[in-house]
């Protein structure tokens, strides 16, 4: 499927797979960064230790880290959101980039 969208910089109609602009060279807002942080391994630290925020940790959200470890992971409400973030593939990192299976 061709799908065009306009240049964020020129309004030119680029792929929406473009990373920037061929016209004005400006850079693509549609691609979405991907955390290098390994989805699977996040999962299973977040399932068994996650509790004690060390899957906050592990993406760099080192202030929720040290909340989740002194409120047992929000008494465990934010502990069982984030297992369902991180399943879903919603969860996102501290550069705001989602965490991907």
């Given amino acids: 499927m061709n799908q ?6 020129c309004g ?5 797979s473009a990373k920037s602009c061929p016209k004005c ?3 693509s807002k549609n ?4 955390s290098p942080t390994n ?11 996650g509790v004690f925020g060390i899957h906050r940790f592990m993406t760099g959200q080192v202030l929720w880290g040290i909340i989740y470890l002194f409120t047992f ?3 465990g409400i934010g502990w069982l959101m984030d ?3 991180i ?5 996102r990192d501290s550069e705001d980039r989602r965490v991907r299976f």
């Fill in 73 to 75: 992971g929000f008494f």
């Fill in 39 to 49: 989805a699977w391994l996040l999962l299973i630290v977040c399932l068994f230790i």
């Fill in 25 to 27: 060279g400006a850079v």
């Fill in 87 to 91: 399943l879903f593939g919603a969860y």
């Fill in 4 to 9: 065009l969208t306009p240049c964020y910089g």
């Fill in 31 to 34: 691609i979405e960064e991907v």
């Fill in 12 to 16: 030119e109609q680029i792929h929406s």
């Fill in 83 to 85: 297992c369902a973030l």
